[in-house]
DNA sequence: CTAATTTATATTGTGTACAATTTAATTGCT
DNA sequence: AGCAATTAAATTGTACACAATATAAATTAG
C-alpha cells in the first residue's frame, strides 16, 4: 500500500536469500548429532562422501564437486588425515597433484554413515515430493550462479 | 537397479542438503561484489536490514531474527560499530542488554542499499514464480527445524 | 631448450557459525 | 532481605568459506 519499496524490499520477511540462509545453517545444525557419532562435520562428511565412491580423487577434482576452493579443502583434508580417515599422497604422473585415498578407517566409515540420509529424511519431516522440488530449484539456481 | 542402497543415497547428487548448502554459499558469493561498495558482507546486510526497521533493538531480539546466536552477532556488531553504522549502548532498565542504535551513517547507508535487492533479483535469473516456491519451501523447512 | 605462462595446492588473513563456558545483572523464592 | 535460578551478552575454541597471494611443478612459446 503505502510502504515505499525500499521498506518491501529491505525487509527479511520477504527476502528468499534470507529464507535459504537460514534453512542451510539450520540444515547444518541438524546434522550436528548425527555426524558427531562419527566425528565428522557436514563438510567432512560431503568431502568423504565424494570419496566413497570416487576414492583417489584429487583436491581439485574434490573441490569442482562440493564447489569448495583448496583455502578450505586443504585444511579440511589436514583434520581427516589426523584422523587417520586419508591420506593426502601425491600423484606419480604429476608431483604437484594430491591424491586423496582413503585408509581402511575411512572406507569403513561407510558403513556406519550408511544409516545417516534416512535419519536425516525423518528430521527434514517434510514430504519427498517437497523435498525434490527444493533440489530441484536449488539445483536451478546452482546453475545460474555457477556460470557467472 | 544393482545399486545398494547406500549406494544411492551416499550420493551427493541425491542429497537435497547438498544442493541447498551449495547453493547458500553460491548466493552469499553473489551478493559480495553488490555488498562491498557498501562495505558489508551478507550476514552484515542482514544485521543492518533489521535495525533499519527496528532501531534500538537488543542483541538477543537481533538473534532471533536472525537466527544467530551473541557468540556470532557480538563479534559481528562491534565491527559494524567500528566502521561507525551503529552504536552498541544499555538499556536503562536492564543493564545487561545491549541497545543497539544505528548512527546517522547507519541510517544513511538504508538509501545505498536499496538498490540491492533489485540487483540481485536480476543475478539470480530465476522466474519470480520459482524463486516465490523456492522461498516457500526454505520457510517450511525452517519451521520444521526450528522447533527442534 | 630456456623463459614465460599456466596449473595445482598451500598459506594468510578476515569474517562468520556455533557449542560450551563465563560473567554480570535480574528475577523468584522463602 | 538473601540466595538460588534464570537471563543477556561476552568469551573461548574449533571449523568452515573464500579472497588474495605464494610456491612449486608442468606446459608452452619463441
Known sequence: MATPP?????????QV??????AANAMVRAYRPLLEELDLTYPQYLAMMVLWSDNGISVKL???QLKL???????LLKRLESKGLLHRGRSEQDER?????????????KQRASQ????????LGL?????????QLCDELNQ???QR
Chains 1, 2 share one sequence.
Do not use: W
Not at 17 to 22: A, V
Not at 97 to 109: D, F, K, P, S
Not at 116 to 123: G, I, Q, R
Not at 128 to 134: A, F, I, T
Open 144 to 146: 545460474v550462479l555457477d
Open 127 to 135: 514430504e519427498v515430493e517437497k523435498l525434490q522440488s527444493l533440489k
Open 6 to 14: 525500499d521498506e518491501q524490499h529491505l525487509c527479511l520477511d520477504n
Open 62 to 64: 574434490l573441490g569442482e
Open 116 to 123: 545417516v540420509p534416512e535419519k536425516m529424511f525423518c528430521l
Open 97 to 109: 597433484v594430491r591424491v586423496i585415498e582413503l585408509t581402511a578407517a575411512g572406507q569403513a566409515l
Open 69 to 75: 576452493d583448496s583455502g578450505t579443502l586443504t585444511p
Open 17 to 22: 536469500c534470507f529464507s535459504l540462509y537460514r
